[in-house]
């Protein structure tokens, strides 16, 4: 399985990014990806995850601003990020693994992905 992230960039507090990721050889009917990020100095934080089903959850820090979806069809991960603030600056990656239990960004420390991309930087300036 190979991923890779794309999108990330700098943008003024209040402006938008959309990060894609582009997945191959991933072929579970059932799995859980989404999107984590870690800041400088900072414990790894999952924000957005969505399962097979389409079914999607947030950390309460983007919620309302952050929107995950998935193109099947071309093994695409999105992640809208709208609203950015200072804090919302990290490096971020795109993770996945099979099976779409517990899919939820609470839940990955009990239930990790096996799967992660290279990260790509998010910088908001205020």
């Known amino acids: 399985v190979q991923r890779m992230e794309s999108g990330g960039g700098s943008v003024q507090a209040g402006g938008s990014l959309r990060l894609s990721c582009a997945a191959s050889?991933?072929?579970?009917?059932?799995?859980?990806m989404g999107w984590v990020r870690q800041a400088a100095g900072k414990e790894r934080e999952a924000v957005a995850t969505?399962?097979?089903?389409?079914?999607?959850t947030y950390v309460d820090s983007v919620k309302g601003r952050f929107t995950v979806s998935k193109d099947n069809a071309n093994n695409l991960l999105w992640l809208l990020m709208s609203s950015l603030k200072a804090e919302d600056t990290a490096d971020y990656y795109c993770?996945?693994?099979?099976?779409?239990?517990?899919?939820?960004?609470?839940?990955?420390?009990?239930?990790?992905?096996?799967?992660w991309g290279k990260g790509t930087p998010v910088i908001i300036s205020s």
């Open positions: 993770a996945a693994r099979g099976g779409s239990s517990w899919c939820r960004p609470s839940a990955l420390y009990w239930y990790p992905m096996d799967f």
């Open positions: 969505i399962d097979s089903d389409g079914s999607t």
């Open positions: 050889g991933f072929t579970d009917n059932e799995y859980c």
